[in-house]
């Protein structure tokens, strides 16, 4: 059974930095994709990033430039660096995987999720 868990939300100030770690089991980590997303109170979960598991990595544009997304293998964990967070970035960011080795089907394809880790980011 695939299990994702989440961690390093908490407060920051708006144009602070935060890292969110997302540990993987249940499966070979290396070989799947992985993504965030994140919802924030009463809107729609929305895409953040993802990476594959050749390394390619795909952005939403309202992150792009800000945000990194990264994995390590060898500690099934992935990572998310955000940084110049703004206000609009307040959320529960979740991670994501698929069933598939490959990213084909974008962030529709993921199917297993964690329970998220919610960020603040103050004015």
């Known amino acids: 059974q695939v299990q994702l868990a989440e961690s390093g939300g908490g407060l920051v100030q708006a144009g602070g930095s935060l890292r969110l770690s997302c540990v993987a089991s249940g499966r070979i980590f290396s070989y799947y994709p992985m993504a965030w997303f994140r919802q924030a109170p009463g809107k729609e979960r929305e895409f953040v990033a993802a990476?594959?598991?050749?390394?390619?990595?795909y952005y939403a544009d309202s992150v792009k430039g800000r945000f990194t997304i990264s994995r390590e293998n060898a500690k099934n964990t992935i990572y998310l660096q955000m940084n110049s967070l703004k206000t609009e970035a307040q959320a529960v960011y979740s991670c994501?995987?698929?069933?598939?080795?490959?990213?084909?089907?974008?962030?529709?394809?993921?199917?297993?999720w964690g329970k998220g880790t919610l960020v603040t980011v103050s004015s």
């Open positions: 990476i594959d598991r050749f390394f390619c990595t």
């Open positions: 994501a995987t698929s069933h598939s080795y490959y990213y084909d089907r974008g962030p529709s394809g993921m199917v297993y």
